[in-house]
């Protein structure tokens, strides 16, 4: 109840920036203005996240590109102040998403974490989190996800008003925007950073 109540102020006092934010990327990066991406949420359970573009789509005709020559200025200013976050907002308000609790990642990392790195999934995924709030991707996926870990292990209102508090500073520093040597964040390649036989296998066909 407090997490809606929570984003349905915050999105009510939001409106006009996102207004503005939607204006902005369709000028500058067209249509559609969302990015949308399958996400795992509490126990696994997919859940499609919403975020506002920050990239180029990947070019067909020109080859791969990386994530720091898809990322715009506008993508940039826009991860830096976390205002690319706040489509999120409507995941909390639709009960797939908490404000506070492990971020989000990708669906083919399920299967790379340990059994104790699992143990994110106890909880729905949050818009902010400890991790994030203690450096961000500017911490090693061991750091980050041990965190998630004792966030699952210690929760409660104290600790979520805590890290809410932490959020503000966090993002009023710019602090742990991207990995070092990244535009954004590593790949997760397996626990302690080795890939799963999986990866092997896919790798050596």
């Given at each position: 109840?407090?997490?809606?109540?929570?984003?349905?102020?915050?999105?009510?006092?939001?409106?006009?920036?996102?207004?503005?934010?939607?204006?902005?990327?369709?000028?500058?990066?067209?249509?559609?203005?969302?990015?949308?991406?399958?996400?795992?949420?509490?126990?696994?359970?997919?859940?499609?996240?919403?975020?506002?573009?920050?990239?180029?789509?990947?070019?067909?005709?020109?080859?791969?590109?990386?994530?720091?020559?898809?990322?715009?200025?506008?993508?940039?200013?826009?991860?830096?102040?976390?205002?690319?976050?706040?489509?999120?907002?409507?995941?909390?308000?639709?009960?797939?998403?908490?404000?506070?609790?492990?971020?989000?990642?990708?669906?083919?990392?399920?299967?790379?974490?340990?059994?104790?790195?699992?143990?994110?999934?106890?909880?729905?995924?949050?818009?902010?989190?400890?991790?994030?709030?203690?450096?961000?991707?500017?911490?090693?996926?061991?750091?980050?996800?041990?965190?998630?870990?004792?966030?699952?292990?210690?929760?409660?209102?104290?600790?979520?008003?805590?890290?809410?508090?932490?959020?503000?500073?966090?993002?009023?520093?710019?602090?742990?925007?991207?990995?070092?040597?990244?535009?954004?964040?590593?790949?997760?390649?397996?626990a302690h950073g080795r890939p799963t036989p999986a990866q092997r296998d896919r790798t050596a066909v």
């Open positions: 109840m407090l997490d809606v109540l929570g984003a349905a102020i915050l999105l009510v006092l939001s409106a006009p920036l996102m207004v503005l934010v939607t204006l902005l990327v369709a000028t500058s990066l067209g249509r559609p203005v969302l990015f949308r991406q399958c996400r795992p949420g509490r126990d696994g359970a997919p859940f499609v996240l919403a975020k506002f573009r920050t990239m180029h789509p990947p070019a067909a005709n020109r080859g791969p590109l990386g994530d720091g020559d898809r990322l715009t200025p506008l993508g940039r200013w826009l991860r830096a102040t976390s205002l690319d976050e706040l489509p999120t907002l409507w995941n909390v308000l639709r009960g797939e998403m908490s404000l506070v609790g492990p971020r989000p990642l990708l669906p083919e990392y399920l299967e790379r974490y340990s059994a104790r790195q699992a143990r994110r999934h106890e909880v729905r995924p949050g818009v902010t989190g400890l991790a994030q709030v203690r450096g961000r991707n500017g911490l090693d996926w061991d750091e980050k996800l041990d965190l998630d870990v004792r966030y699952v292990d210690s929760r409660s209102l104290r600790v979520d008003l805590s890290i809410l508090t932490a959020t503000v500073l966090t993002v009023l520093r710019r602090d742990g925007i991207n990995a070092a040597g990244s535009a954004t964040a590593h790949e997760f390649l397996g």
